[in-house]
């Protein structure tokens, strides 16, 4: 049976690969972009299998699409705002392990959040580095469905492991008590492995976070945050012609 090691190391190598399957999950679906109705946009999708079975976590360029595949820091436009510059900045230093191990875009929809997380994904594929990128409900989801094939542990050992680990939109699944309990657990695991990296983007207050995640989000040692003020991009795309 191929181990998960074996797994990780070829969803890498095929990350860019022509999928075959027509069994996905959008990559980073949006569901108010007006962009291709498979990959909500971000050019990529995600193989829908199971936890532990080959192709768990496979990423592709979504077949139907290919105009939103080469999100990349270069086309990333932050004008003259001064949190955009910011933001961007930060997230090329996270791919090159310059600063806190974790690191936070907060803003909300639609200030580039997911564009500077895409990139930076797209970054670490092309220097063949082992990444998943995860929004926020495909995280919660494969937790849930390992409650049935009692995986639980090891889905998470993985999760504590994995060298880089993008998820996008932390917060927006809600969840009960035992499923915040394994959030929590999940971002401890994260903030005390100083050896992995983390991005996180979010729009979560810090009033809103249960005071075990709050305290390991705020450790300026261990942890940085970008706090991006600037227009909707979707409302002024065609004002900057980006």
């Excluded at 569901?31 to 829908?48: D, L």
């Excluded at 500077?116 to 926020?136: E, I, P, S």
């Excluded at 542990?153 to 699944?173: C, F, H, N, V, Y």
């Amino acid at each position: 049976m191929e181990s998960l090691g074996d797994i990780i190391r070829r969803v890498t190598a095929n990350a860019r690969a022509t999928a075959e399957s027509g069994n996905y999950l959008p990559a980073v679906p949006d569901p108010i972009a007006e962009v291709c109705g498979k990959c909500r946009g971000s050019g990529f999708v995600v193989s829908n299998v199971e936890y532990g079975q080959p192709g768990w976590l496979q990423s592709h360029e979504c077949p139907d699409c290919s105009q939103h595949s080469g999100e990349t820091f270069g086309t990333f436009d932050a004008g003259n705002n001064t949190d955009l510059v910011q933001a961007k900045r930060a997230t090329q230093e996270w791919i090159v392990k310059l600063g806190p191990s974790i690191l936070q875009l907060i803003g909300p929809r639609g200030v580039g959040k997911t564009h500077l997380a895409t990139a930076a994904r797209n970054k670490l594929l092309w220097t063949n580095d082992a990444v998943w990128y995860l929004r926020d409900m495909q995280l919660d989801s494969l937790i849930r469905r390992s409650f049935g094939t009692k995986t639980t542990d090891s889905l998470l050992l993985e999760l504590a492991k994995q060298p880089w680990l993008i998820i996008d939109d932390l917060g927006l699944t809600a969840r009960d008590d035992v499923m915040q309990g394994i959030m929590d657990d999940f971002i401890d695991s994260r903030w005390r492995n100083k050896e992995v990296s983390t991005l996180f983007t979010h729009n979560i207050q810090a009033k809103d976070m249960t005071p075990r995640t709050r305290s390991r989000l705020l450790d300026a040692e261990r942890a940085k945050f970008v706090i991006i003020d600037a227009p909707d991009y979707r409302q002024t795309r065609g004002q900057n012609g980006s």
